[in-house]
Each structure stands twice: as structure tokens, then as C-alpha cells.
């Protein structure tokens, strides 16, 4: 119900700036359209963090793969060994056995936490790039406003902007790492 609510203030809201701007402006309003999904697949920036997260990522699952192996093997070895030590020695190997499993267990969680954060850093950087050359082109060309795709259900393709925000992030990114 609220959600709606709201929803249905966001479309008036909307629709009454474009009725405000175009009772003000002498010319059509100028609007373009971002697709930001394909500006961070397919842009420079958006290529170098996803390989960065990659990278990260496969770093961190070969540590993982490498002490799970070593507790498999652990495993193995204490059942092999079971049956010929003291009660004591068992219950002893038992809960180093535990607790490796539960080192596994959180170190798997710091990795995943780690890898998130580096994802939010990583994207937060291209969105604020995106955003400060989508005002730059916005300002320089006289659009009325540039809005994400993923909220449009119809565009022309005339007013699709992305390939000319592309092509403006990966200069100013060749820029940045000097190449």
C-alpha cells in the first residue's frame, strides 16, 4: 500500500515537471538515456574492477580449497587413527578437528565480507565517474535531464547516451592510468 502510495507521487511528480518544463522551455525538452548495466560490462573501468574482483575472488577460493584440503586430510587421519588412541587423544584430535572446521567456516566468511566490500568500493568508484561525466555531457549538449534506462520502459535509441559516456570514462580512464 505505501509503496504505491508512493509510486503514484513519483508519477505525478514527474509528470508535472514535464509539464513545467515544456510550458517554460521554447524548444522540446532534451532528455537522454544512461544504460548503466552496460556502461560497467563494457566500459574500461567497469573491465579492470571486474577483473580486480576476479582476481580477488580466485586468490581467496584457492586459499579456501587449499585448507579445506587440509582438513579433509585431517579428517581422513583421525579417522585411520581412531581406533589405536586413548579416549583422551581422541576426544582431543576431535575438537582440533572442530575447530579447523570452524576457522574454515569464518575465514570463508571474512573472504566473503571482503570481497563484497571490495565490489560496493569498486562499483562506488565507476557510479561517481559515471555521474560527474553524465553531468558534464548533460551541461555540455543542453539536455534537460539524463535518466538510467533501467527505469525507462521505452527510449528511441536516439536518445541513448551510453556509448558517448563509454567512450568519454574510457579516455579519462586511459588518462589515469597513463596509458
Known sequence: MRISKYRSIFLVSIFSFFVLASAQAADVAKIGVLNMQRVLTTSDPGKAA?????????????????KGAEIDELGKKFERESMVMSKEMREEKEREYRIRINDFKTLEKKYNTQSQD??????????????????????????????????????????????????????????????
Open 50 to 66: 571486474q577483473a580486480e574482483i576476479k582476481k580477488q575472488r580466485d586468490k581467496m577460493l584457492q586459499d579456501l580449497k587449499e
Open 118 to 179: 571490495l565490489q560496493k568500493k569498486l562499483l562506488n568508484e565507476i557510479i561517481k565517474d559515471v555521474y560527474a561525466i553524465a553531468e558534464k555531457i548533460g551541461k555540455n549538449e543542453g539536455y534537460l535531464m539524463i535518466i538510467r534506462s533501467e527505469g525507462v520502459m521505452y527510449s528511441p535509441d536516439s536518445i541513448d547516451i551510453t556509448d558517448k559516456l563509454i567512450k568519454q570514462m574510457n579516455e579519462s580512464y586511459a588518462k589515469k592510468s597513463g596509458n
